[in-house]
């Protein structure tokens, strides 16, 4: 069995800056990608930002500049570094994991970005 336990998330104004952080445990093999999701309030869920094994990185435009995936295999754990926030990137953030089994997902951590 998989868990991604997920923090991080939180109230901050707009301009601020959050970290998320996402560590897999348990019955994991080799990680292929790692990346993050959204859901906005009353939306569909969307691809944030995903890297792969290699180290490459691809963004949603919305956040393209402003956002920053980043992975430590030594510790499973997959991070987004989110700087100049706007009320519009108030979601739900999921992490989302894939390997050679599957994918697993966390169990979300709310971000409200509001003065």
């Known amino acids: 069995q998989v868990q991604l336990v997920e923090s991080g998330g939180g109230l901050v104004q707009p301009g601020g800056s959050l970290r998320l952080s996402c560590a897999a445990s348990g019955s994991i093999s080799r990680i292929n990608s790692m990346g993050w999701y959204r859901q906005p309030p009353g939306k569909q869920r969307e691809l944030v930002a995903v890297i792969g094994s290699g180290g490459g990185t691809s963004y949603a435009g919305a956040v393209k500049g402003r956002f920053t995936i980043s992975r430590d295999n030594a510790k499973n754990t997959v991070y987004l570094q989110m700087n100049s926030l706007k009320p519009e990137d108030t979601a739900v953030y999921y992490c989302?994991?894939?390997?050679?089994?599957?994918?697993?997902w966390g169990q979300g951590t709310q971000v409200t970005v509001s003065s």
């Open positions: 989302n994991i894939r390997d050679a089994s599957g994918q697993y």
